[in-house]
């Protein structure tokens, strides 16, 4: 047996130390080659081993523990909360700018800064156009639009084609029907409070008369006043409904559970009814071209027509007209409920829309026919800045992201591929350093020099950059034509306070019960 030999043992430990050491350093030297060809085989050029470092803020990021378990996360603490906006400003409070939330199993960052939303809205990178899984998990599945729900190319592709119908010059050859629909309000507005002292809840008329805008602008056929159109609208409505529902039931966002169940059976019927109103306004809308009835270019601006002419198949012009139908009818009639729910609450701004309403109804240049044209609307400015108001007050859309690329939000801040992000407009919307009092109504906010010295991305209601939404310019046109035209011919009064005023996540967030109004008629 071969003694213990002290020296070359000394030896053999230095010679075993040196080689791990060498092993050491090669194998660190292979694992990082390795990281940088994975960061660079998934496209990250930019992504470079200085991001790899900054993933440690991301890490560290702070959050509310997950309760009761991991599975569901912090969803249900949101869900179940009274006023649901009031919770997310706590949150960005107690946590800052930048926190993680678990959502259903979902790692999902919370984003509540000016400069976060420009580094999101305005990547050029493909990577960052994806929607969230939450949203893409409660919308359903039959409603297979290109537009709202792929990303990248295909969604470009789709974009471009469907930009036209919503460009100020298209949208203006269809302003004579934003006038018959108001009227056909002012007079479902009268009937139901003909007494002056009348309380009521005015929303369903608003749907309606925005429904009716929307899909005669989009279709080129008005159905608002016909048993398809009340249907559509109401059916609408059940999708919504049905929506929220798989939010607050968590159990049936797992696919097979879903499709099992017999709200699932309820929305395929809803859906299948909606698709058999499309296609026979699609059927209206051909007679009407072959009759030769309607303006001819009015129709060539239409979402069916350039749908048509760019070869698409009816399946898919049903998918984005329904789409499109569905998110105008859960966005603008809220927004419109609460701008005139707050110059309710506010007369003197009332009265100030009022005076400037009046003076263009009073100029013979603003108007043809004894209706207003479409220049009118540029003279609206307090209108439009109690709009902006309103919408800043609540900017009804949350928006979310699933990151196909790491984010870039400042020299600390990586966000990682495959994580989703969350942009809180809301939250954006009452940070007291770019609107200070922020529960105040003041669309004084707005006036120019006041909107000049804020962050651009402070204020971001219909979204920013290429994936902005793509119905703005169409709905502050509805949106000031109405509010023009009540104003017009009521004074608007509430029996509720602004200090009820609480908000629900439906699946945008709304105020958790119609306003009452009365509507007392001005002699004009
Ligand atoms: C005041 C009313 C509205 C508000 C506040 C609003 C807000 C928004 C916001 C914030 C987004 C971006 C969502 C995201 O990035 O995830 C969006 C997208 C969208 N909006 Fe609107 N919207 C309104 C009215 C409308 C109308 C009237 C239409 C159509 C008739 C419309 C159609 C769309 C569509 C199709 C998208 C998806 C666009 C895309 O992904 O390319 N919106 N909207």
Not at 80 to 104: C, S
Not at 281 to 299: N, P
Not at 370 to 388: M, S, W
């Amino acid at each position: 047996m071969k003694s213990f030999d002290y020296p070359h043992f000394h030896k053999y430990l230095g010679n075993v130390l040196l080689r791990d050491f060498r092993l050491g350093f090669v194998l660190a030297s292979l694992f990082k080659t390795i990281q940088k060809w994975i960061v660079s085989w998934n496209g990250n050029s930019k992504h470079n081993e200085r991001d790899l470092n900054r993933y440690d803020t991301y890490k560290s990021l702070p959050g509310p523990r997950p309760f009761p378990l991991k599975l569901i996360g912090n969803g249900l603490s949101f869900l179940f909360e009274r006023d649901i906006l009031k919770a997310v400003i706590n949150m960005a409070v107690k946590y800052g700018p930048y926190y993680k939330l678990i959502f259903f199993n979902e790692e999902i960052v919370m984003l509540n800064s000016p400069e976060a939303a420009q580094a999101l809205l305005m990547s050029s990178d493909n990577g960052h156009l994806g929607k969230g899984r939450i949203e893409e998990k409660i919308f359903p599945t039959e409603l297979d639009s290109m537009l709202k729900w792929r990303g990248g190319e295909k969604w470009r592709a789709r974009r471009k084609m469907l930009t036209r119908p919503f460009m100020y010059k298209s949208l203006q050859m269809h302003f004579n029907c934003f006038h018959k629909h108001c009227e056909r309000l002012v007079s479902r507005l009268e009937n139901k409070f003909s007494d002056n002292a009348a309380t009521g809840v005015a929303l369903e008329s608003l749907k309606q008369c925005i429904f009716g805008i929307s899909s005669e602008t989009l279709m080129g056929v008005d159905i608002e006043n016909s048993e398809d159109g009340i249907h559509f609208c109401n059916n609408l409505d059940q999708i919504m409904n049905l929506m929220t529902l798989r939010a607050y039931r968590p159990w049936l966002l797992i696919p097979a559970l879903w499709t099992l169940s017999a709200e699932k059976r309820r929305m395929k019927k809803i859906i299948d009814d909606m698709k058999k109103v499309i296609h026979k306004v699609m059927e209206k809308y051909r007679e009407k071209v072959s009759a030769g009835e309607g303006d001819a270019d009015e129709l060539s601006n239409t979402m069916i027509e350039v749908m048509l002419r760019n070869g698409e198949s009816e399946k898919s012009i049903f998918d984005e007209l329904a789409i499109m139908l569905t998110v105008a009818n859960e966005s603008t009639p809220y927004v419109l409920e609460l701008a005139l729910f707050l110059l309710a609450c506010h007369p003197e701004h009332q009265e100030l829309c009022r005076q400037e309403i009046d003076e263009v109804f009073q100029d013979p240049f603003m108007l043809k026919n004894g209706v207003l044209k479409f220049d009118a609307l540029k003279e609206l400015k307090q209108v439009e800045r109690c709009i902006q108001e309103s919408l800043r007050i609540n900017p009804i859309v949350t928006i979310m992201r699933r990151l196909e690329s790491p984010l870039k939000i400042n020299e600390e801040l990586v966000i990682p591929k495959d994580v989703s992000v969350v942009l809180s407009a809301y939250v954006l919307h009452h940070l007291p350093q770019y609107f200070p009092n922020p529960e105040k109504f003041d669309p004084d906010r707005f006036l120019p020099e006041r909107v000049r010295e804020r962050h651009p991305y402070s204020y971001i209601p219909f979204s920013g950059g290429t994936r902005s939404c793509i119905g703005l310019k169409l709905a502050m046109m509805e949106l000031k034509t109405i509010v023009a035209i009540v104003l017009r011919n009521f004074e608007v009064g509430t029996p509720d306070t602004m200090e009820e005023l609480q908000f629900v996540a439906n699946p945008t967030t709304k105020p958790s019960r119609p306003f009452r109004f009365t509507f007392k008629k001005r002699d004009i």
